[in-house]
């Protein structure tokens, strides 16, 4: 029992071997050193073949879509819209607002960063809220009449809100995308203006 065990053994291992050299084109019967040459460089082949084509399947071009739909399933509108890379930035920023992880002394204060929220770049002594920096705030007024002048233009109703419901609208992921790049560039706009400031003051955040 143990022979016949033994002989299918040896005839299913030379019948591997056999489909392994014709997949391998061997060229022939060889010498020991030319043998092993040639089984060194086959392997060799392989290793950087399958790593090509593992680096094929797990590229992001390749894989994108499928990312997009699977991964993305249920993100607000302006995340899964195409943003120029100069804007990014801009749009991190709303993320960031929206989740309430931002750098405002609203939040800051919350998780104790800083003593108190009173915003450090007007003399208004109100809290650094998103509400008060985006509307409120008198270092800004250049750039958010900028903004608002574009905004007026797409959403005329938006010139009966006060600054609340200004604030829920852009916060939103309902925005208008004709006004999303412009307060992308807001965003990024005071973001500047706001670290020059506590540049100034001999702060960094």
Known sequence: ????????????????????????????????????????????????????????RMSTLHNMSNWVEKERFGLPE?????????????????????????DLRSSSCRMQLVRNAQCPCCESRESETIQHTLFECTAFEEEREVFLSRLYSVRPLARQLNDEYRCRLVMGHKLPREIEKTLYRYFIAISKLRLGILTEQGEGS
């Open 78 to 102: 302006y995340l899964l819209r195409t943003c120029p890379a100069s804007l990014r930035e801009g749009r991190r920023l709303k993320t960031k607002f929206r989740l309430g992880c931002h």
């Open 1 to 56: 029992m143990n022979d016949s065990k033994g002989r299918g053994s040896s005839r299913n291992g030379a019948l591997f071997l056999e489909n392994l050299a014709l997949e391998a084109n061997w060229p022939g019967p060889l010498k020991k050193p030319a043998a092993k040459k040639f089984a060194n460089e086959y392997v060799a082949s392989r290793r950087v073949s399958e790593l090509a084509g593992g680096f094929k």
